[in-house]
């Protein structure tokens, strides 16, 4: 089976947990997800099988969309309810208030990554030296938050919608929105919405998932080109066929170029041999010649 799932996480798994009962339901080896939900948020995990596996970074970059509930007036060292409660402050926020500070976090912010992370320093995960009671200096990183929504604002409690680029920790987000209006904050639910072009409508609950027979799921498996839609299309001609096939470079033609809208800055392009999808490759110059190189072949 080579293609993806789109499975809908629930809260108490690891995204590897999910990986597992995939790969011992299908009886597969060859199982990944995009993207790591922790075990207290649920939503969209999509699952690559096969194939699919090749294209798991490329879907890594795409933005993403969380739902998340961020509780005002307590810090956690983990900034969610799992961790252990460092303060607790009386809360009086007005919801103009509330949207005033959301406004400093748009359209993006610099953030600093949180310590209980999985994010490297030294050669060992932040949440390594975080147990150890160990807090290690890092660097802030812009973060894009084109999407912000207060969607409803409770006395102690608020709930946003977020669209948010790679590497964006929601938790963090709720934690600096909870020191901007000077109460602290810290994440108490959170659900991804959307991974690339992948949305909670569409998916299915992992539990569903389980009771199906094969042939159903196979109805439910996107194909593998399927979330690459936004790279244009290159179609290699017959006589390029076996070079393409092998993962060769292939030579472009003005005509080529021009339908491929190049030199437009486009980083990657879809490869096809009769609309079969085949890999994903880049223009590169060599000798004053264009070709269209694989950065992964997809057979």
Not at 13 to 28: F, N, Q
Not at 102 to 122: C, E, I, N, R, T
Not at 149 to 174: A, N, Q
Not at 240 to 266: M, R, T
Request: aromatic share 8%; glycine share 8%.
């Amino acid at each position: 089976m080579n293609g993806i799932l789109n499975i809908i996480k629930p809260i108490g798994m690891t995204s590897h947990d999910v990986v597992y009962k995939v790969r011992k339901k299908l009886g597969i080896k060859k199982v990944g997800h995009t993207g790591t939900l922790d075990p207290n948020a649920s939503g969209v995990l999509p699952i690559c099988l096969g194939q699919g596996t090749k294209i798991s970074q490329f879907l890594l970059e795409k933005e993403k969309a969380y739902r998340t509930t961020c509780r005002l007036g307590m810090i956690t060292d983990t900034q969610d309810l799992d961790g252990k409660v460092l303060d607790e402050k009386p809360v009086s926020v007005s919801k103009e208030e509330l949207e005033k500070a959301l406004l400093d976090f748009q359209p993006g912010y610099d953030q600093l990554p949180p310590m209980y992370s999985a994010l490297k320093v030294g050669g060992r995960k932040l949440y390594e030296y975080a147990r150890e009671g160990i807090e290690v200096p890092r660097d802030k990183r812009w973060v894009q938050l084109p999407t912000l929504s207060l969607i409803e604002h409770r006395e102690r409690e608020f709930v946003l919608d977020v669209v948010c680029s790679k590497g964006t920790y929601i938790r963090t987000l709720c934690h600096d929105i909870g020191e901007k209006l000077g109460v602290g904050g810290t994440m108490a639910a959170l659900e991804r919405t959307v991974s690339g072009p992948f949305t909670m409508e569409e998916g299915i609950p992992l539990g569903e998932f389980l009771q199906l027979e094969r042939e159903a799921i196979e109805k439910l498996l996107y194909p593998v080109d399927y979330p690459l839609a936004h790279y244009p299309k290159y179609q290699a001609g017959k006589k390029q066929e076996k070079q393409a096939i092998n993962g060769n470079k292939l030579p472009l033609s003005a005509e080529e170029l021009e339908l491929l809208n190049y030199p437009e800055k486009v980083q990657h392009y879809r490869i096809y041999v009769e609309d079969r999808f085949i890999g994903i490759g880049e223009i590169i110059s060599e000798e004053n010649i264009e070709k269209m190189k694989f950065v992964k072949v997809i057979l």
